[in-house]
């Protein structure tokens, strides 16, 4: 079956570190990419996306991903995490040769401490 | 981007109750969706709403169980019906604005409705 897998289940880290939470998906057409992003009491929102170009995507608050379309992956990296990064990250993926519906990974929280 | 609301943003039900989550959008959407958030998981497509068709749903979700209206191209209603315990989730609707692509294209969530069934 089709699914996107994120490696890391909850992930602790002190401010300033830095960031790679890890995405893999298991399709082999064209995909759209996506991270989402969970603050605590708030809705989902668009981190950041990859369609076509560039495989280094650059989204707010300081996040980047990269696409490697050999390894199907799209990490998500930041070089200097705050704590008000603290939240749920999510990947997600369309496969657009299958009628192109959304998958979610499972999931990675991540916790910054001050 | 597209401005989502949902009503009710929680509530506690009785089991074999039913409850209505409505979603507005505050532009025109040709395609719309409905999620399901269980506790700890990730998010799980249930259906998609095109205006003036039959909702399409994916497999493991039918339509006695959640019933969908999509009455015009800035509203659409989820029904949970018959409710059960493990129907418990964040159920969130989402849009597709840019000009019908929708699976295609980026897609942006409301707030979601944190039901839980006792």
């Known amino acids: 079956a089709q699914s996107v897998s994120q490696h890391n289940h909850h992930v602790i880290l002190s401010e300033a570190a830095s960031l790679e939470l890890g995405c893999n998906y298991s399709y082999g057409g064209t995909v759209n990419l996506f991270w989402y992003v969970q603050y605590p009491g708030q809705h989902l929102q668009l981190l950041l996306k990859y369609f076509s170009g560039d495989p280094l995507v650059k989204g707010i608050k300081g996040f980047e991903a990269e696409f490697i379309k050999s390894k199907f992956s799209f990490n998500l990296r930041k070089p200097s995490v705050q704590w008000s990064d603290t939240a749920e990250y999510f990947c997600?993926?369309?496969?657009?040769?299958?009628?192109?519906?959304?998958?979610f990974g499972q999931g990675t929280e991540l916790s910054v401490k001050p | 981007s597209a401005v989502i609301s949902q009503k009710p943003s929680r509530d506690i039900c009785q089991r074999g109750t039913s409850l209505t989550i409505q979603c507005q959008v505050d532009?025109?959407?040709?395609?719309m969706f409905w999620y399901r958030q269980q506790p700890g998981q990730s998010l799980t497509l249930i259906a998609t709403?095109?205006?003036?068709?039959?909702?399409?749903?994916e497999s493991g979700f039918v339509i006695d169980k959640f019933p969908i209206s999509r009455p015009n191209l800035t509203f659409s209603t989820l029904t949970v019906s018959n409710m059960s315990p493990e129907d418990s989730s964040i159920y969130l609707c989402?849009?597709?604005?840019?000009?019908?692509?929708?699976?295609?294209?980026?897609?942006?969530f409301g707030p979601g409705t944190r039901l839980t069934v006792l």
């Open positions: 997600a993926v369309t496969d657009l040769g299958q009628g192109g519906k959304l998958i």
């Open positions: 989402s849009v597709s604005p840019a000009g019908g692509l929708g699976f295609t294209d980026t897609q942006y």
């Open positions: 532009s025109q959407v040709t395609m």
């Open positions: 709403a095109n205006q003036g068709s039959e909702a399409t749903y």
